[in-house]
């Protein structure tokens, strides 16, 4: 889960020499100061209101000085919700009452040198361990250049470039033929830098149904009959690099704000109810919506490739994007607690997906609601799906649910693919047994 980065505010003000400098204290030195997380239980409305209370007053700190506080969580206080913060503050800081320690500095610094320790560049494409491993987006695109390389019925292709001028990639696999030609499945990952599970859960389906073109499978066979997937395995590389080389905590893309801050949070900036509730107008903030809707290149460039299928007759009838923490299936709408008028059938979906990630033998247990169940937000890209592109804009949360939160360790990659990609096949399944139309 999410949200606001308050550490952000943590601007601090040095005079050099006539020269006003405003620096981030993290922007120095955050992988070397010791982190810690903190889990808030909000068990009643008075223990929810008095941490609201102490994050806004905590907001107030940090423009001063210097406890950094990075929201996991987000930030609407639901009674009966967990609030998840990580800071790093050192002795002084005195966490608000009912909190306890999530991971301590000691694990969450090894957890973070462990992870870079994953980093394989020198795993081969077609090397057993490549999941075992993290990767980084050019290593990443190299290796699915590989796999798809001997398979004809997919290509890759971009479809537009980050502020910093990376390929903004998706990969097709198409047959072409009956009406496969018509309906297609969109799946992204990576779309918030930090949850780096994201992109290497798209990869893995890529992979698997490259795999198809050497071994035959034949519910995918038959999938690709009536549909086309395009899989957008990394939609926010600039802000993906960031947090693997720098800031392990970034969230947002990489946009430099007129204001001296970075980053746009890229899932509140899509041209659906922009800016109407659950976003923030600040650049400073982790879920900064954008000067205007689809202000980011990465944003415009999905969108336009998204309405391009639409203007071509296709019928974009499912749409996840991949994040992570939570193990949520989270089906329409994301704005708005009201049902879908396919309520019912996306419910259906949603609930097959999540039995069949249960099914797996390490399957984890992940819970199917409605987007804005979790919190509402607008100019999310499942809405974006839902109401622009006529498709069941679903988000998907990954592991965990907050042992390790966003710095899943290494060796869960491989069952944490496994199970979603038992999920995308029940998918499939279903797909086929209750065509849409
Ligand atoms: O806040 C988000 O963008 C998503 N959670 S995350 O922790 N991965 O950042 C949830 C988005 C759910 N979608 C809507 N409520 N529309
Ligand atoms: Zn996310």
């Known amino acids: 889960m999410v949200i606001a980065n308050l550490s952000l505010l943590v601007a601090f003000t040095a ?6 400098l405003i ?30 209370a102490w994050v806004e007053n905590q907001e107030a700190i940090n423009q001063l000085d210097h406890f950094a506080v990075d929201i996991w969580s987000n930030e609407q206080y639901q009674v009966g919700r967990d609030f998840d913060f990580a800071t790093s503050a050192d002795g002084e800081f005195q966490p608000p009452q009912g909190c306890r320690i999530l991971i301590d500095s000691t694990e969450l610094s090894a957890l973070i040198s462990m992870e870079k320790l994953a980093f394989r560049e020198m795993v081969a494409p077609d090397d057993a361990d490549w999941f075992k491993n993290y990767h980084s987006f050019d ?24 502020h910093e001028g990376r390929d903004i990639n998706v990969v097709r696999f198409s047959s072409e033929t009956g009406s496969a030609a018509k309906n297609v499945i969109w799946i992204s990952g990576g779309i918030h830098a930090r949850e780096f599970i994201s992109s290497h859960v798209a990869s893995y389906i890529i992979r698997s149904i490259a795999d198809m073109c050497n071994s035959g499978n034949e519910l995918v066979t038959e999938f690709l009959q009536h549909y086309e997937f395009a899989i957008a395995f990394h939609i926010n590389p600039d802000g993906y690099e960031f947090a693997r080389t720098q800031r392990r905590m970034w969230r947002k893309n990489r946009r430099a704000n007129r204001d001296r801050s970075f980053g746009v949070d890229l899932n509140r900036n899509f041209d659906v109810f922009w800016g109407n509730g659950g976003s923030s107008r600040s650049p400073w903030s982790d879920t900064y919506m954008g000067p205007s809707a689809a202000s980011e290149p990465e944003v415009a460039a999905i969108q ?3 309405t391009g299928l639409i203007q071509e007759g296709r019928n974009v009838t499912v749409g996840v994007d991949l994040h992570s923490y939570g193990q949520l299936i989270m089906r329409p709408y994301g704005y708005t607690m009201d049902d879908h008028p396919d309520e019912e059938y996306n419910k259906q979906l949603g609930d097959s997906i999540r039995d069949a990630i249960a099914s797996h033998q390490d399957g984890s247990r992940y819970k199917s609601q409605k987007s804005a169940g979790l919190y509402p937000v607008t100019g999310g890209f499942d809405d974006y799906m839902t109401e622009k592109i006529n498709a069941i804009g679903f988000t998907w949360e990954l592991r965990d649910t907050g042992r390790y939160g966003f710095i899943l360790p290494a060796q869960y990659i491989e069952p944490t693919c496994e199970e979603v990609w038992l999920g995308v096949k029940a998918m499939m399944r279903f797909l086929l047994d209750n065509p849409k139309n």
């Open 23 to 52: 620096q981030h204290p993290l922007m120095l030195s955050e992988n070397l100061k010791p982190l810690k997380a903190y889990r808030c239980p909000l068990s009643d409305e008075k223990a929810a209101q008095a941490l609201k």
């Open 139 to 162: 290593d990443m695109t190299a290796s699915i250049k590989s796999w798809i390389s001997g398979c004809p019925l997919a290509s890759m292709s971009s479809i537009g470039q980050s």
């Open 15 to 20: 005079i050099t020499a006539g020269a006003i």
């Open 304 to 306: 336009k490739f998204l």
